[in-house]
C-alpha cells in the first residue's frame, strides 16, 4: 500500500481522469468492499492520505443521545430499512473514551484491509475497476454534452437494416438516424461524414452512443461559419435560420460593421462560398436575407424575393408562442410569397417565428382601386411547429 498514491497518479493519466476521481472510485470500492467481507448493515469510510501516502478504512460510530430510538435492535430509516445499532454510541459511553466528542461526532475504528484475506483484494479489484469505468463513461458524456450544437465528423462502421449510420466519433460511436440524413443522400463504410450533435445517450446493447444530425439548422450555420471568415471572426452574425433539409434553407443575417455587406460576405464572390456549403447539403438553395429587430421589416424581407405591401402584426393567446403577421401582398407576387409547394412562406414563418397570413391585392397593372377591393383573396400559413420540432 506504501505506492498507492503513484499508482493513482498513473491510472488517472492513462485513462484521462482527474485524480479525485480515481480517488473516489477507490474510496468508494474500499467501502462497498468492507461492507461485503465484513457487515452490509455497519457504516464505513475511506481517506487517502497523500502526505505519509497510506490508504486508510474505518468503521464510522455516530455519538447519540442515550435514549436515540436508533440504538434499539429493531430500528429502521425513513425507508422502512433496518438499521444497525452498532453504529451508534451513546455519548456517556462516547465519553470515556474522548471527553472532547459531542452529539452528532463521529467515532473512527481504523481497519485493516490486509487482515481481509484474498477473497477482499479480488473484490476490491472489481469494485475499483467497475467505478472506473463509471467516471470514464461519465468524462465521455459531459464532453460530448459540451459538444451539442458543434460539428463532429467520423468514419462511417456499420449501416443497419433500418438504415442508420453508425459513425466512428474518436473514442465513442456516433448514429445518424434515416430521419437525421439529407433526403437522397446514401453513405458507404468508409466514407467520412460531417454533422452536428444533437445529444448524448446510453443504449442498453450498443452502449454509449452521440446522436447527431445533417438535418438541423445548427448544422447549416456551422457549415457557413467554416466557410466564411466574416461569421468566424463574429463581424457577420446568423440571427437565425431554417431549413427544408436537401431543398431549400434561409438564414437571417446582420452586422454591426458598416463597411460590411452581410450578404454579400456570406454569397460570396460569384457565389462561391455559399455554393461550396450547399454542396456539402445535397444542392441545398440558400437563402440569405438581412436581419432587421423591426418584426415587420424582417417578415417583408424574408418572404422575398416576393415583393410586400404591408404587415401588420398581431397578437392574441389564440396564437401560442407565435405572433401572427397579415400580409398585404400584390397578387402578381402571391406566387413568389408562397414558392414552390409553399415552400417560402413555410420557411419565412420558421424563420421570423411568426404564422403569416397573405392577403392579395390586385396589382395596380391589372386595374383600378375598385377592383383590387373586389379581388382580394387570402392564403395562410399551415402549421410548422411539427416540422420544426423535427429539424430543431
Known amino acids: 500500500m506504501d505506492k498507492i498514491i503513484d499508482i493513482l497518479d498513473s491510472i488517472a493519466y492513462e485513462k484521462g481522469l482527474k485524480i479525485d476521481d480515481v480517488e473516489n472510485a477507490l474510496k468508494e470500492a474500499l467501502i462497498k468492499t468492507a461492507q461485503k467481507m465484513v457487515d452490509e448493515t455497519l457504516t464505513f469510510d475511506a481517506n487517502i492520505d497523500r502526505a505519509n501516502k497510506k490508504l486508510e478504512l474505518f468503521q464510522k460510530i455516530e455519538v447519540v443521545n442515550q435514549d436515540d430510538e436508533r440504538l434499539l435492535a429493531n430500528a429502521v430509516n425513513k425507508y422502512g430499512e433496518a438499521l444497525n445499532f452498532e453504529n451508534y454510541i451513546t455519548l456517556e459511553e462516547?465519553?470515556?473514551?474522548?471527553?472532547?466528542?459531542?452529539?452528532?461526532?463521529?467515532?473512527?475504528?481504523?481497519?485493516?484491509?490486509?487482515?481481509?484475506?484474498?477473497?477482499?483484494?479480488?473484490?476490491?479489484?472489481?469494485?475499483?475497476?467497475?467505478?472506473?469505468?463509471?467516471?470514464?463513461?461519465?468524462?465521455?458524456?459531459?464532453?460530448?454534452?459540451?459538444?451539442?450544437?458543434?460539428?463532429?465528423?467520423?468514419?462511417?462502421?456499420?449501416?443497419?437494416?433500418?438504415e442508420n449510420t453508425f459513425i466512428e466519433i474518436g473514442e465513442v460511436k456516433?448514429?445518424?438516424?434515416?430521419?437525421?440524413?439529407?433526403?437522397?443522400?446514401?453513405?458507404?463504410?468508409?466514407?467520412?461524414?460531417q454533422a452536428v450533435v444533437k445529444g448524448v445517450n446510453i443504449d442498453k446493447t450498443s452502449g454509449l452512443l452521440v446522436d447527431i444530425s445533417r438535418t438541423s439548422p445548427k448544422f447549416l450555420e456551422n457549415l457557413l461559419i467554416n466557410a466564411v471568415p466574416e461569421l468566424k471572426?463574429?463581424?457577420?452574425?446568423?440571427?437565425?435560420?431554417?431549413?427544408?433539409?436537401?431543398?431549400?434553407?434561409?438564414?437571417?443575417l446582420s452586422t454591426i460593421e458598416p463597411q460590411i455587406d452581410p450578404i454579400g460576405a456570406v454569397v460570396g464572390v460569384k457565389g462561391v462560398r455559399i455554393g461550396s456549403v450547399s454542396k456539402q447539403l445535397?444542392?441545398?438553395?440558400?437563402?440569405?436575407?438581412?436581419?432587421?429587430?423591426?418584426?415587420?421589416?424582417?417578415?417583408?424581407?424574408?418572404?422575398?424575393?416576393?415583393?410586400?405591401?404591408s404587415?401588420?402584426?398581431?397578437?392574441?393567446?389564440?396564437?401560442g408562442e407565435k405572433g401572427k403577421a397579415i400580409v398585404t401582398i400584390p397578387s402578381d407576387q402571391k406566387s413568389k410569397a408562397i414558392g414552390k409547394a409553399g415552400l417560402n412562406i413555410r420557411?419565412?414563418?420558421?424563420?421570423?417565428?411568426?404564422?403569416?397570413?397573405?392577403?392579395?391585392?390586385?396589382?395596380?397593372?391589372t386595374g383600378s382601386a375598385n377592383n383590387e377591393n373586389n379581388n382580394t383573396a387570402e392564403e395562410k400559413t399551415t402549421d410548422t411547429a411539427s416540422l420544426e420540432a423535427l429539424f430543431k
Open 233 to 252: 471572426d463574429k463581424k457577420v452574425t446568423i440571427e437565425a435560420s431554417a431549413r427544408i433539409p436537401g431543398t431549400r434553407s434561409k438564414i437571417a
Open 347 to 365: 420557411l419565412a414563418s420558421m424563420l421570423t417565428k411568426y404564422d403569416i397570413e397573405l392577403i392579395e391585392i390586385a396589382s395596380l397593372n
Open 174 to 193: 456516433g448514429i445518424l438516424q434515416r430521419k437525421s440524413r439529407i433526403k437522397g443522400e446514401t453513405f458507404k463504410v468508409g466514407d467520412v461524414v
Open 282 to 309: 445535397h444542392g441545398e438553395n440558400i437563402d440569405c436575407v438581412e436581419f432587421s429587430t423591426i418584426p415587420e421589416m424582417f417578415i417583408s424581407r424574408a418572404l422575398s424575393p416576393a415583393m410586400v405591401n
Open 94 to 162: 462516547a465519553k470515556e473514551i474522548d471527553p472532547d466528542l459531542e452529539i452528532g461526532d463521529f467515532m473512527n475504528y481504523d481497519l485493516e484491509f490486509e487482515n481481509m484475506g484474498r477473497n477482499a483484494a479480488t473484490i476490491l479489484h472489481s469494485n475499483f475497476e467497475f467505478r472506473l469505468q463509471r467516471f470514464v463513461e461519465e468524462n465521455i458524456v459531459n464532453k460530448y454534452k459540451d459538444k451539442i450544437g458543434k460539428t463532429v465528423s467520423g468514419t462511417v462502421t456499420r449501416i443497419d437494416k433500418q
Open 311 to 319: 404587415v401588420k402584426i398581431e397578437k392574441h393567446p389564440s396564437y
